[in-house]
């Protein structure tokens, strides 16, 4: 099966500053990469996603790259604020519509 | 529109105890999925159901059985609970023709003593 792992494991973060999350995957038929975002207590939800014909995606804060070749996407936040302070996932998918979600990377974002 | 709906919210169980969680969504998706997610770590896939009639085992199926009662509905089954189940289980659900995103039910947080 898939092997996801997320890069790093806990990011501190000043209030302005950049947050750069990295996950790795190992099935080469991996078409669709996405990012959910998890506050906590609550459910996970998706933040942005991105499919294996695209290189980079950007919806106003955030953006996801793609390299195919080295089977990594990575997830960035831009001029980060508090409420950006969660835990976010990746989780590639592979053949049918199972996802595999890495083991999470928590953000903390100091004011 | 209620998305994805599970009951209960919280539970307590003896060891040995049985009980069924239930998941339904209103959203006519056909892919249902049920996870577990320990303290501090990502979500482990238990059971999916590609489509009504079907099922399929995850990551970590055992210990568990579900039913896709229809296409609404997909339940959880514990037939009998051990400590090593304690966790907050969470629904989810998606359809291929809108994308792969799956929308998460607000989860059951389940305890076994």
């Known amino acids: 099966g898939e092997n996801v792992e997320q890069h790093p494991s806990t990011l501190s973060v000043q209030e302005g500053d950049s947050a750069v999350i990295k996950c790795t995957y190992s099935?080469?038929?991996?078409?669709?990469f996405p990012w959910y975002k998890q506050e906590l207590g609550k459910r996970p939800q998706l933040i942005i996603d991105?499919?294996?014909?695209?290189g980079e995606k950007k919806d106003q804060r955030i953006a996801v790259t793609l390299n195919k070749t080295a089977k990594h996407f990575s997830l960035h936040i831009t001029e980060t604020q508090p409420e950006d302070s969660a835990v976010y996932f990746c989780?590639?998918?592979?053949?049918?519509?199972?996802?595999?979600f890495g083991g999470g990377t928590r953000v903390l974002v100091k004011p | 529109n209620a998305g994805v709906t599970q009951t209960p919210k919280f539970q307590v169980l003896k060891t040995g105890q049985s009980m069924t969680l239930q998941c339904a969504q209103d959203?006519?998706?056909?892919?249902m999925y049920w996870y577990r997610q320990d303290p501090g770590m990502g979500l482990r896939l238990i059971y999916y159901?590609?489509?009504?009639?079907?099922?399929d085992k995850g990551e970590v199926p055992n210990g568990y059985n579900v039913s896709r009662l229809n296409k609404r509905e997909f339940s959880l089954r514990l037939e009998s609970a051990a400590p090593s189940q304690t966790s907050v289980y969470f629904c989810?659900?998606?359809?291929?023709?809108?994308?792969?995103?799956?929308?998460f039910g607000p989860g059951t947080r389940l305890t076994v003593l």
């Open positions: 989810a659900s998606s359809e291929e023709r809108q994308g792969y995103e799956q929308f």
């Open positions: 099935d080469s038929a991996s078409n669709y």
């Open positions: 991105i499919r294996s014909n695209v």
């Open positions: 989780a590639p998918k592979a053949a049918g519509n199972k996802l595999t």
């Open positions: 959203m006519n998706h056909n892919s």
């Open positions: 159901s590609a489509s009504e009639g079907t099922t």
